[in-house]
């Protein structure tokens, strides 16, 4: 006689399930009972005998199908190899098998269980299988290694097109070198017998080509930005927004502007990234604000979000989203300078410290950028 698991010895398939008038429960009556795990009993040439609910709920079939039904039957044809090893093991040892069984519902429904079978009675071959199902953990397994292989192919994707933007920025540098150079050389040997027309054209393809120049160095930082390192340090906000107004008001020369920034603002941030978000959000507040006598600009917290205020010429809410899309300007280059990728720089350096920044705005009422940095200030 094989020799029966340990837990099972002295026990028949019977004494399994069920227990005559005053024996105690059955070893497997509780669990039969629970509905949590599907319990089936087969013979060695795979009839199935009892089951309870649960495995009938799993099988997609009522307790009038069973007895017509036989355990390899219901075994999907990519689990058959791992059943019929298992029961050798089985047989040979005497020990649980276990594996993963698959099958299909008679409504088309992919099960995926773990099965765990036993010999119950040796004398007469009785097995028993207890069948859990695990199809939501599979599906999850499946959808996590989707979510992986997506993400290796953004991951991917994204080097590809930042090496393609650095590249064409890059290679760009010497024809916009050589149109400038040759324009300029031009305008040089030829001065005396070119009209004012003349020279106004060639004027405004130098100017064409140091805007250009400069929209190449945007796109380099936006580059570079991506592949830089992010090095977070507790900042003092005030004492770095008041470094960038300094700056601004240089550049500018407009110091009738009034600036106020809150005091003793502190945040954890990287300090290059973070003053380069300032640079772009108070020189845009300062530059949409300059045709107001009143103008002003404030630096602030409202509960966790940092914002850059003005009350300037803002714009229609309906661009809030569209404005931080690269290249996306509002006014022409005539009324106001810049190459519209300062907010889309903004965004990006906020996304990297885990935060979220929005816009809230009016014409002719001024414009609020909030923004987070992944941490709380203090």
Not at 166 to 177: E, K, M, N, T, W
Not at 373 to 378: A, Y
Request: hydrophobic letters at 40%; glycine letters at 8%.
């Amino acid at each position: 006689m094989t020799t029966l698991p340990l837990a099972l010895k002295g026990f028949g398939a019977h004494a399994l399930f069920s227990a005559g008038p005053g024996e105690p429960a059955g070893l497997l009556h509780a669990l039969s009972e629970s509905n949590l795990i599907g319990v089936v009993q087969w013979t060695a040439g795979g009839s199935l005998t009892s089951a309870n609910a649960k495995f009938l709920e799993l099988a997609g079939i009522d307790e009038t199908l069973l007895a017509s039904l036989q355990w390899e039957t219901l075994t999907a044809r990519e689990s058959r190899v791992a059943e019929a090893r298992a029961h050798d093991e089985l047989r040979e040892e005497g020990r649980c098998a276990t594996y993963e069984k698959r099958w299909t519902r008679p409504d088309g429904t992919l099960v995926v269980t773990h099965v765990t079978t036993v010999l119950a009675d040796a004398d007469t071959q009785q097995y028993v299988s207890f069948v859990c199902d695990v199809s939501a953990w599979h599906e999850l397994e499946r959808q996590n290694s989707e979510v992986a292989r997506l993400t290796r192919e953004l991951a991917e994707l994204r080097e590809e097109t930042e090496t393609f933007s650095y590249s064409v920025a890059h290679d760009l540098r010497a024809p916009l070198r050589a149109i400038d150079g040759f324009s300029t050389q031009l305008e040089l040997d030829h001065a005396a017998t070119l009209d004012e027309p003349a020279r106004g054209s060639i004027q405004r393809i130098r100017t064409a080509v140091g805007r250009m120049a400069l929209l190449l160095d945007d796109i380099l930082g936006m580059v570079r930005l991506s592949r830089s390192p992010l090095r977070r340090q507790d900042l003092d906000f005030t004492v770095l927004a008041r470094a960038v107004v300094g700056d601004v008001r240089a550049r500018s020369g407009d110091h009738a502007i009034r600036i106020d920034i809150e005091k003793d603002l502190r945040v954890s941030a990287d300090p290059q990234l973070l003053r380069i978000t300032l640079e772009n959000l108070i020189g845009n507040a300062v530059k949409f604000s300059t045709k107001r006598e009143d103008a002003h600009v404030i630096v602030g917290r409202d509960g966790a979000e940092l914002f850059v205020r003005d009350n300037g010429i803002g714009f229609d809410p309906a661009y809030a989203t569209a404005v931080f899309a690269p290249f996306q300007r509002l006014n022409p280059v005539s009324q106001y300078d810049g190459h519209g990728l300062g907010l889309a720089i903004v965004q990006r350096i906020v996304r990297r410290h885990g935060g979220t920044v929005r816009v809230e705005t009016e014409p002719g009422r001024g414009t609020t950028f909030f923004f987070t940095l992944g941490s709380e200030t203090s």
